[in-house]
Nanobody, 114 residues
Framework: QVQLVESGGGLVQAGGSLRLSCAAS????????MGWYRQAPGKQRELVAV???????NYADSVKGRFTISRDNAKNTVYLQMNSLKPEDTAVYYC????????WGQGTQVTVSS
């Protein structure tokens, strides 16, 4: 049974930082790309960042230069370091296994106050 457990969300002031973690179990983690997505109230879920099994990364334009995705295959964990946070980054953040169909975590709330 695949499980993705996100953690690290919370309330932070604009300009602050948070680090999200997503621990995976039930899959051969190292062979899959992993992604971070977010969904703000009233909006569709959107891609934030992805990292391939080989470590290549890609980011949404809105977070380039501020967010960094990384992975630790020994810990079956993917991270999202978020710096210079803005109120518009407020959303529920989800990690996903990049396969069809995706496996999703339960999400973690990130709230950035102005």
């Amino acid at each position: 049974q695949v499980q993705l457990v996100e953690s690290g969300g919370g309330l932070v002031q604009a300009g602050g930082s948070l680090r999200l973690s997503c621990a995976a179990s039930g899959i051969i983690f190292r062979i899959f790309g992993m992604g971070w997505y977010r969904q703000a109230p009233g909006k569709q879920r959107e891609l934030v960042a992805v990292i391939t099994s080989g470590g290549s990364t890609n980011y949404a334009d809105s977070v380039k230069g501020r967010f960094t995705i990384s992975r630790d295959n020994a810990k079956n964990t993917v991270y999202l370091q978020m710096n210079s946070l803005k109120p518009e980054d407020t959303a529920v953040y989800y990690c996903a296994v990049e396969r069809t169909p995706k496996y999703w975590g339960q999400g973690t709330q990130v709230t950035v106050s102005s």
